[in-house]
């Protein structure tokens, strides 16, 4: 049987392109890519993650748990006759350098990507006031092209009062069709996975860990975005933030730096993903390519949420399981009183069929009112390669 390596996170462009206002709905995203054959020839699929304030987003003005899985076409084109602009949800534009042309020639292929779109629900929280949803498009890779530098942006962040309001996002990334001498195919970006929002204390040093994996098995590897990748978050950068390679953010909230109770600000992460092998033989490491990850953060005083206990298994915890067997793990988690555990989700980067069973009441000493779940997914030989899979809990507080 194939085997299957499974990642449990327990965490639970430059284009003159018309942007319209948006009222500040956008909360985060990430991309990656990947080079399939196509009818045609060679598709880029394009896979983006997004976060959107609850009800302003591709799942609609009547989105709720119940829907999560749904598919968001009719919400989306509600949205866009009742707002009257194709580009609500962002622009999409792609930049490309022909071996016949002298210069890069950017088009906008927002019409073509919504035409396109394939998007479902991942996961809502009606007390945090978030949505969650995955697009996905393909794209042909257009010919005689070394690369197409692809970038989605638009207007604007929720009011960030750390950087700014009506602040662009941007996330870009660049596919290239040529074949890899160690795989003989074209590369693949990594993938990453993470909530579109955090609620973090004031005066703490705070921490955050960011799932990330490659399908062709490279390294990757993540440091803080900068520049243009980084959109809002380049100019305006959180105070004393810091970036581990394998994707630990640190962020010390001290309210002499600037923050303070209820502040907002958003980050973004580069992930790049080298070769395991090493140095070039010029040398000098150089990345296969780069895919984004932002998302807000609210700073607050106190914070009343539940929390994952042990035994259950730390954050980016690694299992290898086998196609055709079923895996299960026990989580377990303790309200802050007088709250009580009322939901756990789960959440897969490429829709793993993961659920939730046993969700019941247990006993873990020193800890009161513990709810446990168990997550079971049984993969099919289909499934074979690197996934993220993701838990989350609510109480009955939020």
Same mark, same amino acid.
């Given at each position: 049987?194939?085997?299957?390596?499974?990642?449990?996170?327990?965490?639970?462009?430059?284009?003159?392109?018309?942007?319209?206002?948006?009222?500040?709905?956008?909360?985060?995203?990430?991309?990656?890519?990947?080079?399939?054959?196509?009818?045609?020839?060679?598709?880029?699929?394009?896979?983006?993650?997004?976060?959107?304030? !609850?009800?302003? @987003?591709?799942?609609?003005?009547?989105?709720?748990?119940?829907?999560?899985?749904?598919?968001?076409?009719?919400?989306?084109?509600?949205?866009?006759?009742?707002?009257?602009?194709?580009?609500?949800?962002?622009? +999409?534009?792609?930049?490309?350098? $022909?071996?016949?042309?002298?210069?890069?020639?950017?088009?906008?292929?927002?019409?073509?990507?919504?035409?396109?779109?394939?998007?479902?629900?991942?996961?809502?929280?009606?007390?945090?006031?978030?949505? *969650?949803?995955?697009?996905?498009?393909?794209?042909?890779? %257009?010919?005689?092209?070394?690369?197409?530098?692809?970038?989605?942006?638009?207007? &604007?962040?929720?009011?960030?009062?750390? *950087?700014?309001?009506?602040?662009?996002?941007?996330? *870009?990334?660049?596919?290239?069709?040529?074949?890899?001498?160690?795989?003989?195919?074209?590369?693949?970006?990594?993938?990453?996975?993470?909530?579109?929002?955090?609620? !973090?204390?004031?005066?703490?040093?705070?921490? /955050?860990? %960011?799932?990330?994996?490659?399908?062709?098995?490279?390294?990757?590897?993540?440091?803080?975005?900068?520049?243009? #990748?980084?959109?809002?978050?380049?100019?305006?950068?959180?105070?004393? %933030?810091? =970036?581990?390679?394998?994707?630990? %953010? $640190?962020?010390? &909230?001290?309210?002499?730096?600037?923050?303070?109770? @209820?502040?907002?600000?958003?980050?973004?992460?580069?992930?790049?993903?080298?070769?395991?092998?090493?140095?070039?033989?010029?040398?000098? !490491?150089?990345?296969?390519?780069?895919?984004?990850?932002?998302?807000?953060?609210?700073?607050?005083?106190?914070?009343?949420?539940?929390?994952?206990?042990?035994? $259950?298994?730390?954050?980016?915890?690694?299992?290898?399981?086998?196609? @055709?067997?079923? +895996?299960?793990?026990?989580?377990?988690?303790?309200?802050?009183?007088?709250?009580? /555990?009322?939901?756990?989700?789960?959440? @897969?980067?490429?829709?793993?069929?993961?659920?939730?069973?046993?969700?019941?009441?247990?006993?873990?000493?020193?800890?009161?009112? =513990?709810?446990?779940?168990?997550?079971? +997914?049984?993969?099919?030989?289909?499934?074979?390669?690197?996934?993220?899979?993701?838990?989350?809990? #609510?109480?009955?507080?939020?």
């Amino acid at each position: 049987m194939g085997g299957i390596k499974a990642l449990l996170t327990i965490l639970c462009c430059l284009a003159q392109v018309m942007i319209t206002h948006q009222n500040g709905q956008f909360i985060g995203a990430s991309m990656s890519f990947t080079i399939i054959n196509g009818t045609n020839g060679l598709e880029v699929q394009l896979d983006v993650i997004s976060g959107w304030v !609850l009800g302003k @987003g591709p799942c609609g003005i009547n989105c709720s748990r119940a829907s999560i899985n749904s598919n968001t076409e009719a919400a989306r084109k509600e949205v866009f006759q009742k707002q009257g602009d194709s580009h609500f949800f962002g622009n +999409w534009t792609v930049e490309i350098k $022909t071996n016949g042309m002298k210069t890069s020639q950017v088009m906008d292929i927002t019409q073509d990507v919504c035409s396109n779109i394939h998007e479902s629900v991942v996961d809502v929280s009606e007390k945090a006031r978030w949505e *969650q949803v995955w697009t996905v498009v393909r794209y042909p890779m %257009i010919k005689d092209a070394p690369y197409m530098d692809i970038a989605f942006e638009g207007l &604007s962040w929720r009011p960030l009062s750390l *950087q700014g309001e009506n602040a662009l996002w941007h996330l *870009q990334m660049k596919a290239k069709p040529q074949l890899r001498s160690d795989t003989g195919k074209p590369n693949n970006s990594p993938q990453a996975f993470s909530k579109p929002f955090y609620r !973090l204390l004031l005066d703490k040093e705070n921490y /955050i860990r %960011i799932a990330t994996i490659d399908p062709d098995g490279d390294h990757a590897a993540c440091s803080l975005a900068e520049y243009i #990748e980084a959109g809002i978050a380049s100019r305006h950068p959180l105070p004393n %933030i810091t =970036v581990t390679e394998d994707c630990i %953010i $640190t962020i010390p &909230s001290k309210r002499s730096l600037g923050y303070h109770n @209820g502040s907002m600000g958003a980050v973004g992460i580069s992930v790049r993903d080298y070769n395991v092998s090493g140095l070039t033989s010029g040398g000098r !490491l150089e990345p296969f390519s780069t895919i984004g990850v932002q998302f807000l953060i609210q700073f607050l005083d106190n914070i009343s949420e539940p929390s994952f206990i042990f035994p $259950t298994p730390e954050g980016n915890h690694k299992f290898n399981i086998y196609s @055709g067997t079923t +895996w299960k793990i026990d989580v377990y988690a303790e309200p802050i009183s007088p709250a009580l /555990i009322d939901h756990f989700s789960c959440l @897969g980067r490429q829709h793993e069929d993961v659920k939730i069973i046993n969700f019941k009441n247990t006993t873990v000493p020193n800890h009161a009112n =513990v709810m446990m779940a168990t997550m079971t +997914w049984t993969p099919l030989h289909s499934d074979v390669g690197n996934h993220i899979v993701c838990v989350g809990v #609510e109480d009955s507080l939020g």
